[in-house]
């Protein structure tokens, strides 16, 4: 078969971020049901300790015990791989430059995750999410070192110079897909995704069209898509919970789809 004839596929990575004790696994299972039905996994970035930083559904402030069993049995079956997502979700968290702080925030985080998952042993948490989109060049070094993925922003792994910035901020004004391949360094996978694409601030329908573009445009180039979403933005819009819903449809419908992590795209094929 001739290159130009292999069909296109596309890999799919859905990360919802703020993931704490108060989130409600009723709502999670109400937007990822589906997919966990049929056994497609999703990236769960967890804040490992309670902390008043992380956004959350309203009257949703009190602990939810039944959360980390729930978080435990999906991480088994294979249908979600757990992310350590900071330590208390506080701005400017991992901006800082000692790598002793920044080696103890690390090492807690993940201390504090084998706690409350302790069914998850043998399954280490293999990815890092920033709080905020943002962490210092010192602590993307030290979650290299120690062999994480990563997935933030371009901007805010590969730190452009003026005219890059300027690059930049044109093809968010453009509306370019904002989407990457993977970057390997030494054992870790470095995932750039620049667009949410499921936002209040943006209608239902223009939400779809964005993520149904991104999909086509992520197809075309053979990039993983990542789908980036906080579950707390989507139980204030039923439109925006249907939107989600269509979109998912119509990627469960496709057969060269396959929904995964950043653990497994990460893995040495």
């Known amino acids: 078969m001739r290159e130009d004839a292999i069909t296109p596929r596309l890999a799919v ?32 970035a967890v804040v490992p300790f309670l902390s008043e930083h992380v956004p959350r559904l309203v009257d949703c402030s009190d602990p939810d015990p039944s959360l980390w069993p729930f978080l435990c049995d999906l991480a088994a079956a294979g249908r979600a791989e757990i992310a350590l997502h900071g330590c208390r979700h506080a701005p400017g968290e991992w ?18 995750l084998e706690t409350l998952l302790p069914a998850t042993e043998g399954m280490p948490v293999r990815t890092f999410i920033p709080p905020h989109e943002h962490f210092s060049p010192a602590a993307r070094d030290l979650l290299i070192e120690r062999g994480l993925n990563i997935c933030t922003t ?7 110079g003026r005219l890059g910035w ?9 509306g370019r897909p904002g989407f990457y391949p993977a970057v390997r360094r030494g054992s870790s996978c470095l ?36 789908v980036v979403n906080h579950h707390w933005h989507f139980f204030d819009s039923a439109g925006l919970l249907a939107a989600w819903r269509e979109f998912v449809a119509a990627l469960t419908a496709r057969n060269d789809v396959t929904f995964t992590t950043f653990a497994a795209y990460a893995s040495p094929q």
């Open 154 to 160: 371009s901007a805010n792994m590969f730190p452009p």
């Open 95 to 112: 901006t800082g430059s000692d790598p002793v702080a920044l080696r103890r925030l690390l090492d807690d985080g993940l201390a504090r």
């Open 191 to 226: 995932f750039a995704a620049d667009t949410y694409l499921f936002t209040p601030d943006t209608s239902p329908a223009a939400c779809l069209r964005r993520a149904q573009r991104a999909a086509g445009f992520c197809t075309r180039f053979g990039y993983p898509l990542v």
């Open 166 to 174: 300027l690059a930049y901020r044109l093809r968010l004004r453009l």
């Open 13 to 44: 990575i859905i990360r919802d971020d703020d993931i704490s004790a108060c989130t409600r696994p009723d709502t999670l299972q109400a937007l990822y049901g589906g997919l966990w039905a049929q056994n497609n996994p999703v990236c769960l």
